[in-house]
């Protein structure tokens, strides 16, 4: 199985700031990498798919970058509402896999 | 707008089946494909199987794994047999984009605890 590792576990930015969130995977996946967004008592998002392209209704500031084995959300421009735990997960080698997350919070 | 709601017992005991539920509204569960994924408590996200006409599970589990597909109740049920305390965790129904295998849709999850 393809181990995702996601850093870091937790990333305090403030408001209007930039996140880059990390994936790594332990093998090469292609493009073939997704990003979600969870928070608390709601289902998750997805955000990115095929490394880079936005998923419906996804806002501009949301950006998947990356190939093989590492890959980089960022969110410009942080939004209240974007903070959230993110998780990544691998298609490209079945059976598909998660990273354990990352938790976005507020400084 | 489609929306997904798992169900199920909240506690099961040790070496019993977990049964669960996933009813979908605003669309039909008929041509597409539908999985179940779950977290376990402190660790990332865990595929357990997918469902279209045939099912794919994953090898860690598919000794104890089936799923189901029920057209007239429009619902996804998963079961798993001979429950553990590793199989604590918060269980999705989600729905794969396409054929493929990531997930456009997400129900919000339901806990199963396993405890005697």
């Known amino acids: 199985e393809v181990v995702m590792t996601q850093s870091p576990a937790t990333l305090s930015v403030s408001p209007g700031e930039r996140a880059a969130l990390s994936c790594r995977a332990s093998?090469?996946?292609?493009?073939?990498l997704a990003w979600y967004q969870q928070k608390p008592g709601q289902a998750p998002r997805l955000l990115i798919y095929?490394?880079?392209t936005r998923a419906t209704g996804i806002p501009a500031r949301f950006t998947g970058s990356g190939s093989g084995t590492e890959f980089t959300l960022t969110i410009s421009s942080l939004q209240s509402e974007d903070f959230a735990v993110y998780f990544c997960q691998q298609y490209n080698i079945w059976p598909c896999s998660f990273g354990q997350g990352t938790k976005l919070d507020s400084k | 707008q489609v929306q997904l709601q798992e169900s199920g017992p909240g506690l099961v005991k040790p070496s019993e089946t977990l049964s669960l539920t996933c009813s979908v509204s605003g669309a039909s569960v008929r041509n597409q494909h539908w999985s179940w994924i779950r977290r376990p408590a402190g660790k990332g996200l865990e595929w357990i199987g997918r469902?279209?006409?045939?099912?794919d599970y994953n090898p860690s589990l598919r000794s104890r794994v089936t799923m189901s597909v029920d057209t007239s109740r429009n619902e996804i049920s998963l079961r798993l047999t001979s429950m553990t305390a590793a199989d604590t965790a918060v269980y999705f129904c989600?729905?794969?984009?396409?054929?493929?295998?990531?997930?456009?849709?997400w129900g919000r999850g339901t806990l199963v605890t396993v405890s005697s």
């Open positions: 469902i279209s006409g045939s099912a």
């Open positions: 095929g490394a880079s």
């Open positions: 093998q090469s996946v292609g493009y073939n």
């Open positions: 989600a729905r794969n984009h396409g054929s493929g295998w990531h997930f456009d849709l």
